[in-house]
């Protein structure tokens, strides 16, 4: 199946730092996804990406749609302790399907 | 508005057994898909229901099974359980399939097979 690529694959920051956080793939996708998991919980939903060249924000959180429709980044800004977590991009390659191909993940500690 | 649930949260069976999870969509959605997550593979899709009848389907072999109900709730079934199919087991529900809606997940029910 397609293959995403996530990096970087941890990042240690301190409170009040910007972090980025991009995903690239070898095949075009229609819609970018960006979930974020804690420990023992599922993923869940931060931003949602439909059309190439979007950009979209969601509190501190700015994600872009990638004009080749190949990648992807999030940025959170002023990172605060709750912020840590594991990041998962994830893209959608057809309409009349929700199954999604995610990214290996990018695993954030923010240092208080 | 209740999210995604599924049951149970933890599960340890043995080899050779077959195990059933459950997951109840939010509330209007009617497309239930199910995801593997292990420390190895990541996510990986196995299969999604639509109005009860499966629509697409992953790379697993045909152990792992699922259905939906008229009431758009799913199950997912693994027969003769082998020590590599313990992972978290993730539901995700969406409004419809076009256009295109967001999954949103459950937190998942963890299976160990020993």
């Known amino acids: 199946g397609q293959q995403l690529n996530q990096s970087p694959q941890s990042m240690f920051i301190q409170e009040g730092e910007d972090v980025s956080m991009n995903c690239t793939s070898s095949s075009i996708f229609n819609t970018w996804l960006w979930y974020k998991q804690d420990p023992g919980e599922g993923p869940v939903l931060l931003i949602a990406l439909y059309k190439a060249g979007e950009l979209t924000s969601n509190g501190r959180l700015t994600a872009q749609f990638g004009i080749t429709r190949k990648d992807s980044f999030l940025n959170i800004s002023a990172s605060i302790p709750s912020d840590v977590g594991i990041y998962f991009c994830a893209g959608q390659t057809s309409t009349g399907a929700n199954n999604l191909f995610f990214g290996t993940g990018t695993r954030l500690t923010v240092i208080p | 508005k209740a999210g995604v649930t599924q049951t149970p949260r933890y599960l340890i069976k043995t080899r050779g057994q077959q195990v059933t999870l459950s997951c109840s969509p939010i509330?209007?959605?009617?497309?239930v898909s199910w995801y593997q997550q292990t420390p190895g593979q990541g996510l990986q899709f196995l299969f999604e229901y639509f109005s009860e009848t499966q629509r697409n389907k992953g790379n697993f072999p045909g152990r792992f099974s699922g259905r939906q109900f008229s009431n758009s709730r799913s199950e997912m079934n693994v027969s003769t359980l082998e020590l590599g199919d313990s992972a978290l087991y993730l539901c995700?529900?969406?409004?419809?399939?076009?256009?295109?809606?967001?999954?949103?997940f459950g937190n998942g029910t963890r299976l160990t097979v020993t």
């Open positions: 509330s209007g959605h009617r497309s």
């Open positions: 995700a529900s969406s409004l419809r399939l076009e256009p295109v809606s967001p999954l949103h």
